[in-house]
């Protein structure tokens, strides 16, 4: 009940495309969902993230979609660019009083942005 | 801003040795995080302190792994004796105490078990 199952393992778009990447919980206490983004060699860095409460968040070229009823969560990434090839992680979290907000990984996308 | 220092980047090591990474977390940093990441996989979380004191351990085999934190700034992670299955790369985060949801990650080390 503790996973976040990520999907596709790896994308390949053409630039200026759309990327699109799907996660689902179980576990319905999770409410932050944060989205990673990690090139190689570096650590996981912030992208986006939304709490459920609300069904989209966009901050730029990237939008969240938040599904609550059927636990599931996405990025898109709008005009996808070659800079944005990297791994991308969802991840999910407990944040209520008296929980430690230790993040839930997916396992991960590898994006690749063809010029 | 200085970011998460981690060391060494890379560490190759024979099954059975010993192994220990060390973590500098960003200045003023009161929760600090110990992730392991195996090939192909998200991270998982091994460790969280807060200050010097561990807030979740719960994923972290005691058997062969430790972690100190010592003055609540600095961290060390232990491994010993190494098995090959701890191939992974080895991160470390750290956050300000009320904010969780903004950590911040160090590069990593790689660890190969050979």
């Known amino acids: 009940q503790q996973q976040v199952k990520q999907s596709p393992q790896s994308l390949i778009v053409q630039k200026g495309g759309i990327s699109i990447i799907n996660c689902a919980y179980e576990?319905?206490?999770?409410?932050?969902f944060p989205w990673y983004q990690q090139f190689p060699g570096k650590g996981p860095a912030l992208l986006i993230a939304?709490?459920?409460?609300?069904s989209e968040k966009k901050e730029g070229r990237f939008t969240i979609s938040f599904n609550k009823s059927a636990k599931q969560f996405s990025l898109h990434i709008m005009d996808s660019q070659p800079g944005d090839s990297a791994t991308y992680f969802c991840?999910?979290?407990?944040?209520?009083?008296?929980?430690?907000?230790?993040?839930?990984f997916g396992q991960g996308t590898t994006l690749q942005v063809k010029p | 801003e200085a970011g998460v220092a981690q060391s060494p980047r890379y560490k190759i090591i024979e099954k059975r040795q010993s192994v220990a990474f060390w973590c500098n977390p960003i200045?003023?940093?009161?929760?600090l995080y110990w992730y392991q990441q195996i090939l192909g996989q998200g991270p998982k979380l091994l460790i969280q302190?807060?200050?010097?004191?561990?807030?979740?351990d719960s994923q972290l085999p005691k058997d062969r792994f430790s972690a100190e934190r010592l003055k609540g700034v600095d961290s060390t992670l232990k491994i010993q004796p190494a098995k090959l299955e701890d191939s992974a790369v080895y991160l470390c985060?750290?956050?300000?105490?009320?904010?969780?949801?903004?950590?911040?990650f160090g590069q990593g080390t790689r660890l190969t078990v050979v």
């Open positions: 576990n319905t206490a999770f409410d932050y």
């Open positions: 991840a999910a979290s407990n944040l209520r009083s008296g929980n430690t907000g230790k993040l839930i």
């Open positions: 939304i709490r459920p409460d609300v």
């Open positions: 302190f807060q200050n010097n004191g561990v807030v979740d």
């Open positions: 985060a750290s956050s300000f105490r009320d904010r969780v949801t903004e950590a911040f």
């Open positions: 200045s003023g940093h009161a929760t």
